[in-house]
């Protein structure tokens, strides 16, 4: 297949950092009694900021959707320090290198924020193996839409049909295909339903398998 660029989703996909919000997202549904279940998470999971605390007002009020996120990220850091660090996804240095050795481009699409994004990557060692970053704040609409994606193939100069995305969120994947862009799923903490996998164009176990594809059919 034609490729020129490989578009790497970052929670969840770079970092694994799923697992930890899910911890920090199950800490505050238990003291302000939200209910939330792994199930649940997939409704709030992948796109900005704004997006999940509409969600989230709709349930308790904008006032306090407000104070859940503030009080989410700090649990969210916690369990980060007590861990030793935010730790990298299985296979993600190899597949970065690679990329680098097949003369790709390579960008972070995250909805995340740009301080946020941009520490946590130095701080895991990757950052250097990435062209571009795009974020949320450069774009109009967050995932579903596919605004981040395409903002990403620009950066480059890249065409949507030369790239690929990565991604384990049914909003990445799902924005991954309006922008007409093929996309690698590899499952985190939320497996995807049987419907929803018509929207990979490939699923792989982890990274390390995404490599082995590349150097066999690239």
Do not use: H
């Not at 799923?18 to 409704?43: C, H, I, M, P």
């Not at 950052?127 to 974020?135: C, G, I, S, V």
């Not at 994947?173 to 985190?188: G, K, L, P, Q, S």
């Amino acid at each position: 297949m034609e490729l020129k660029l490989v578009i790497f989703d970052m929670d969840g996909v770079i970092l694994d950092s799923e697992r930890v919000a899910n911890l920090a997202w199950f800490q505050v549904s238990e003291k302000y009694n939200l209910g939330l279940t792994l199930e649940k998470l997939r409704d709030i999971k992948g796109g900005t900021t704004a997006r999940t605390e509409g969600i989230l007002a709709k349930l308790v009020g904008e006032e306090i959707a407000k104070k859940i996120l503030v009080e989410k990220k700090e649990k969210q850091l916690e369990i980060i320090k007590s861990e030793g660090g935010i730790k990298l996804k299985k296979g993600v240095v190899e597949l970065l290198k690679y990329i680098k050795e097949k003369g790709l481009k390579c960008v972070v699409a995250t909805s995340t924020s740009r301080e946020s994004a941009e520490r946590q990557l130095k701080e895991t060692g990757v950052y250097k193996y990435f062209d571009t970053l795009t974020f949320g704040d450069e774009i109009e609409n967050g995932k579903p839409a596919p605004d981040i994606f395409l903002k990403a193939c620009e950066k480059v100069k890249v065409s949507p049909e030369e790239a690929i995305v990565i991604e384990d969120s049914v909003l990445g994947a799902t924005a991954a295909n309006r922008a007409m862009i093929r996309c690698f799923v590899v499952e985190d903490t939320i497996k995807f339903t049987e419907e929803e996998n018509k929207l990979a164009y490939k699923k792989f176990e982890n990274l390390l398998k995404v490599k082995e594809y590349l150097e066999k059919y690239n």
